[in-house]
């Protein structure tokens, strides 16, 4: 299984507080995603990086930030979390642009 | 709307039994995934299907690409309690990569 972890596994969060989540490899892979997964929609990209400080935005990346300032970690930030964001949240490597291995997710609740 | 369809959305079949179950699009694909995913958990890549009419085998699953690239099937031989899971395919198109919402499978001992 590839090395990836994410962090933290479970998050209760309040409206309007900011949140971020961790995601971490020891893969060395150049590409790392973060989607979210909500019942009937399937995994939607976010954001994702194509290497350190190149990021690029998905199909769900409004009210959401990323940063990559090095090859292992990639953070994903809620500024300002709503209850749409309620839903659990995958990090994703890759070597090849298109085989992606995933991390165990976070489920993260805004109340 | 979803870029990508699978269909059925549930499956609930007996050991034993055969199935096949769906992914289609009217965009064509650089290359097709097939993953599957099970509770709290997430997806496993099970295979990557690049060349129109490809055909992949994996011990009883056999995946097949469409012929323009815009769909996919994967059937199960004598489905086991252990296949139970979510089917996820993913399709890419110069690093879009969109998923579908999944089949959700059952197979009761």
């Known amino acids: 299984d590839a090395g990836i972890t994410q962090s933290p596994r479970h998050k209760v969060t309040e409206t309007g507080t900011p949140v971020t989540l961790r995601c971490h490899q020891t893969?060395?892979?150049?590409?790392m995603y973060w989607y979210r997964q909500d019942p009937g929609h399937g995994l939607r990209l976010i954001h994702y990086s194509y290497g350190v400080k190149d990021t690029d935005k998905g199909e769900v990346s409004d009210g959401y930030s990323v940063s990559r300032s090095k090859t292992e970690d990639f953070l994903l930030t809620l500024e300002s979390a709503t209850s749409s964001q309620t839903s659990v949240y995958f990090c994703a490597i890759s070597d090849m642009a298109y085989e992606q291995y995933f991390g165990p997710g976070t489920r993260l609740t805004v109340t | 709307t979803q870029l990508l369809e699978q269909s059925p959305q549930f499956l609930s079949i007996q050991e034993g039994e055969n199935l096949t179950v769906y992914c289609n699009s009217s965009s064509v694909f650089s290359s097709l995934q097939w993953y599957r995913q099970e509770p709290g958990e997430g997806p496993v890549l099970l295979v990557t299907?690049?060349?129109?009419?490809e055909v992949k085998k994996l011990k009883r699953l056999t995946f097949q690409f469409g012929d323009a690239r815009k769909d996919s099937s994967l059937h199960i031989t004598a489905a086991q309690p252990g296949d139970t899971g979510l089917y996820l395919c993913a399709g890419d198109n110069n690093n879009d990569m969109r998923f579908g919402a999944g089949t959700r499978l059952t197979v009761k001992p």
């Open positions: 299907v690049v060349t129109g009419g």
């Open positions: 893969e060395n892979h150049r590409y």
